[in-house]
């Protein structure tokens, strides 16, 4: 009897220490699957989610600014893998592209993104030295100002609210 026991004790412990283990997240719509990044990546290209509709009409200006960046839509012979969590558009401008909601995914050669990438950290860096200039400015050696703020940009993690 004892030894019965043990292995449904045993099993308890198991079955505890995988519930334990298990880390529940809510589904995200604009995931992409790893396998699909992977070989994209190998290509040569970065995916993102480019807004094509805005309260339910086309987005011209937001979708002219990612073409004239380099975007290029993503067609489903590229990813099969999203075809049965995507709608494709079967006519209009966006014929043929792999939709979800008001978006549609788009690829550009990843030296690109790198190079759009720093672009815009470089121009938010200006933006904070001026702001910072700006109030070195200001400061009066009677009342001085000083900035002791600290930047920190995490990206990627879900937030827990805890």
């Known amino acids: ?24 997240r809510e589904p995200n719509l ?32 937001n979708v002219g600014k990612r073409m004239a960046e380099g975007w290029e839509f993503v067609s489903l012979d590229e990813v099969p893998e999203l075809a049965h969590t995507s709608a494709i558009k079967e006519e209009g401008r966006y014929k043929g592209t792999v939709c979800r909601g008001d978006l549609a995914l788009a690829k550009l ?14 121009a938010s ?15 009066d050696r009677r009342m001085p100002i000083q900035n002791q703020s600290k930047t920190n940009v995490t990206k990627g993690r879900t937030p827990s609210f805890d």
């Open 1 to 24: 009897m004892a030894r019965n026991t043990t292995r449904s004790t045993q099993s308890r412990e198991l079955e505890t220490r995988e519930a334990e283990d298990y880390e529940y």
């Open 30 to 61: 604009l995931d992409i699957p790893e396998l699909v990044t992977a070989r994209f990546e190998d290509q040569g290209m970065k995916l993102r989610w480019i807004r094509t509709t805005l309260k339910g009409s086309d987005d011209y200006t």
């Open 109 to 122: 050669p990843i030296k690109r993104a790198e190079a759009r990438q720093r672009h815009f950290e470089n």
């Open 125 to 139: 860096a200006e933006m904070v030295d001026a702001v910072n200039a700006q109030l070195e400015g200001a400061s």
